[in-house]
């Protein structure tokens, strides 16, 4: 039997451009690598972001280079990141607004994130803090309840951004405990957290590791977390749960995530150093300090969290009614 003779080129071609994609994987990574963080500097996505960018670095070799691309409550830097070549050198941090919740607040999404991204690892979670102005006479969540059914709707709150978890922690918190509390919504902590402060607003829900030094210094009352379990970051503060709100549980959490399609061996090597970081006892003392509990897992288990969410999230979305700006 005889083959055209443009047989054997062809597989030699093949040959040589598989070689060429195995090669430029198993070389991962040969120059920096862009990390988006979708939110601005100084809130939670931020400071988790940078550590584990800064651990990447470090165990592999290149530079991992922290790029805030706020704006549109997240999108605009994970909609960056889609657009990317799926190389494994555009990274994005994501967390729950972005992945769960914004699907289901805007009409024009620019992406999908079940769809148009490939998780990687989930890095941390962190509870979100009510916090109040120290002017507020209260001296845990039982009062503020209590304050504010006594002064219905004359009470403020600030979030961070329309959609975000300390958002909907509010909303769950109003739902559960049947009170009226005008929200005012920011753009970012640091703005909320200003106004707090001064007097401007009297209740925040903030993410732990961007509230904690203000919590440190004492210039805002923190009343409680809003996880479950009280937070291993800060295990003195009594959780809403144990304050009478039984049942409330919500937190913040923070993955690396590429744009869809990249390699899968260039995901399993992120996700493996990862991995590695959070059980150095140094690593994981770090996030301890910025107020996060280390998570990761497998590639798998973030998709699944990922959908589990986005139901959760969608069902305190329609209850409340929330719209997108």
Known sequence: MHFPRWIPAALAAFALA?????????????????????FPPGGATDIVGRLVA???????????IVDNKSGASGNIGVAETVRSAPDGYTLVVGAPQTLTINPQLFANMPFNPQKDL????????????????????????????????????KLSYGSTSIGSTPHLSAELMKSMTGTNILHIPYRGSAPAMQDLIGGQIDI????????????????????????????QAAPELPTLDESGIKGFDSEGWFGLLAPA???????????????????????????AKAGAEPVGGSIDSFGERIAKESQRWGRVIKFANIKAE
């Open 261 to 287: 399609n990249t390699p899968r061996p260039i995901l399993e090597r992120i996700n493996a150093e990862v991995n590695k970081a959070l059980a150095s006892p140094e690593f994981r003392e770090r996030l």
């Open 204 to 231: 925040l829900f903030d993410q732990l590791p961007s509230a904690l030094p203000q919590i440190k210094a004492g210039t805002v009352h923190v009343l409680a977390v809003t996880t479950l379990k009280r937070s």
């Open 54 to 64: 800064e651990r990447l670095q470090a165990a592999l070799g290149q530079p991992f």
């Open 118 to 153: 490939a998780p990687i690892v989930v890095v941390a979670s962190v509870p979100n803090v009510l916090l109040v102005n120290t002017k507020v006479p209260v001296k845990n969540a039982a009062e503020l309840v209590a304050l504010a059914k006594a002064k219905v709707g």
């Open 18 to 38: 598989f070689s060429g994609v195995a090669s430029a994987q198993n070389n991962y990574p040969n120059r920096p690598v862009r990390v988006i963080v979708p």
